[in-house]
């Protein structure tokens, strides 16, 4: 038996059963067999195995590791009690040369075993099901992509592939003009002849295929034929197909052939999946690059997976909403994150992309020595003001540091992080921002987070003054805050209020009678200034 490859194995389980950990020996390792180790056995495997050291968790898996090793077994798979065990096993397993898998505590070892074995015994059966694993993605990435370019370019859009044929196009409303070589394509699902033959006899097609940019084409109202840009898609000399945007009633976006760039280069690595049907190989991207940013997957096992260097410079970019005006989360989520791939993929080649939860991470891999700061910042504001004004989405941004490997990943996100939640609590902060632009912004809600979840923390003075506000609906405390915001000016805290200075005067007065506060002590004004900047 051949056996199967590390990699099309764990795509073919994938991330909700186990998640990669360690490969020091790559993810082309063939797995030939499953065995399952029990914990009263000695420890023990054979060439090629897919170990399960059924009951040994965390350290108690160390034996299994070397004996593996010793034995050139492919994997070890074991249950982790806690994230603290992972460094210990990962260690291990990368000294022994084998590769570990981590198995969801709630995954049942018999089913995993089944698993893992129909997928073996299909291995050398092309035509069976238990080989293939997933088949290609549907066409719907295509078409989110192609609404994206629409969104961006201000224009009409379709992707066709190298024979003309129609893979996606972007939806068209009632007042867009829709000319007849756009029409009679869709309409086919392929251009027409006599139009192909005249894009050839322009020299269209020749010119494409020579050129990495976006190229014009004229309109030409006696054939029906408005202005275009196109652009190819190829993945290295190998062309793809094309992306075509016709103008419509407006005129295209100045960034137009920019956008086009990066939509050719996410295109290809959709229509290269497509092909080999690697849809399962993007999950496993996914779910390593996701494993890296949280800490929790070693940074090997990605380089491994998509050739990069460990040791060249990577910074982490964050993203997230500042609101959504009321529209379907979910659908912002995906236009955004098409926008912010698009823009990502314009600039950087490698650029990986990992949606968590409500924000989206952008990892910037094999960045080259010394590029400036400022460079970065203008990546990112470019994405920032393109959600604005073609999705009329706010977005906030992140730039954590350039750190000098893949290793320092996590501590690259967990910054970018920092300042995303500074933001997030209010406050004049800019919408793109790097931790120097914000260090003060981000220590004081770093310290509010804390009086936020340790009330033990809090002056029960302040806690009984906001009390008293939502009891009375007063706004004793808010004026005090002001009052202090404002350095003791009693007219400036006033304006800022809208209401008299005598007004102010009094509540100011009125909270020290009823709390027995004395900010004319700065331990209480400072305490003051904090504890009352918690939300209610």
Not at 64 to 70: D, E, N, Q, S, V
Not at 104 to 128: M, N, V
Not at 163 to 187: G, K, N, P, Q
Not at 285 to 290: V, Y
Request: aromatic letters at 2%; zero cysteines; hydrophobic letters at 45%.
């Amino acid at each position: 038996m051949t056996g199967l490859p590390l990699r099309q194995l764990l795509m073919s389980l994938g991330e909700p059963l186990v998640e990669l950990q360690a490969a020091p020996a790559g993810l082309d390792v063939p797995v030939r067999h499953v065995s399952i180790l029990d914990p009263e056995d000695p420890p023990t495997a054979a060439p090629g195995e897919l170990v399960l050291a059924i009951g040994a968790r965390g350290r108690a898996a160390l034996p299994a590791l070397r004996a593996a090793g010793r034995a050139r077994a492919a994997a070890v798979a074991v249950k982790l009690d806690g994230p603290g065990q992972a460094d210990a096993l990962r260690e291990a397993a990368t000294e022994a040369g084998v590769a570990l898998l981590s198995v969801r505590r709630e995954t049942r070892w018999e089913h995993l075993d089944s698993l893992a074995r129909t997928l073996l015994s299909g291995a050398d059966d092309p035509d069976g099901t238990g080989g293939t694993g997933p088949g290609g993605p549907a066409t719907g990435d295509l078409f989110s992509l192609a609404q994206t370019v629409a969104v961006l370019t201000g224009g009409i859009v379709s992707i066709e592939d190298t024979s003309s044929r129609v893979l996606a196009y972007s939806r068209t409303s009632e007042t867009d003009e829709v000319d007849d070589l756009r029409r009679l394509s869709i309409l086919g699902r392929q251009g027409p002849e006599p139009y192909l033959a005249k894009l050839r006899e322009w020299g269209v097609f020749s010119h494409l295929r020579g050129s990495e940019g976006a190229i014009e084409i004229a309109a030409h109202p006696e054939l029906g034929i408005r202005r275009r840009l196109a652009i190819a898609i190829r993945s290295g000399a190998q062309p793809l197909g094309t992306i075509w945007v016709q103008e419509g009633s407006h005129p295209l976006t100045d960034t137009a052939e920019q956008a086009l760039v990066g939509a050719a280069r996410v295109a290809a690595g959709q229509l290269v999946r497509r092909r080999r049907e690697l849809s399962a190989d993007t999950r496993l991207t996914q779910t390593l690059l996701t494993g890296l940013l949280e800490g929790s997957t070693g940074p090997q096992s990605l380089a491994t997976h998509l050739g990069l260097d460990l040791r060249r410079p990577v910074t982490v970019l964050a993203y997230a909403p500042a609101a959504t005006d009321g529209r379907d989360a979910e659908l912002s989520r995906e236009e955004v994150t098409g926008l912010i791939s698009v823009h990502t993929a314009a600039r950087h080649r490698g650029a990986l992309l990992a949606p968590v939860d409500s924000r989206v991470y952008v990892l910037l891999p094999e960045l080259p020595p010394g590029l400036p700061p400022a460079t970065l910042r203008d990546w990112t504001r470019e994405t920032v003001d393109a959600a604005r004004d073609h999705l009329a989405i706010p977005l906030r941004a992140a730039i954590g540091p350039t750190v000098p490997g893949l290793a320092d990943v996590p501590a690259s996100r967990a910054q970018a992080d920092r300042i995303l939640d500074a933001m997030g609590r209010g406050g004049v902060v800019p919408d793109v921002a790097a931790l120097q632009d914000v260090q003060a912004e981000v220590l004081v809600s770093e310290v509010l987070a804390l009086l936020q979840d340790r009330p033990e923390l809090r002056d029960p003075r302040l806690t009984a003054l906001t009390a008293y506000d939502a009891r009375h609906h007063t706004r004793l405390a808010e004026s005090v805050l002001a009052y202090l915001d404002a350095l003791g000016e009693v007219r400036t805290a006033a304006d800022a209020l809208h209401i008299h200075p005598n007004t102010l005067r009094y509540r100011v007065r009125r909270a020290e009678q009823l709390t027995g506060l004395d900010l004319a002590q700065p331990q209480q004004r400072l305490l003051a200034m904090l504890q009352l900047r918690l939300p209610d």
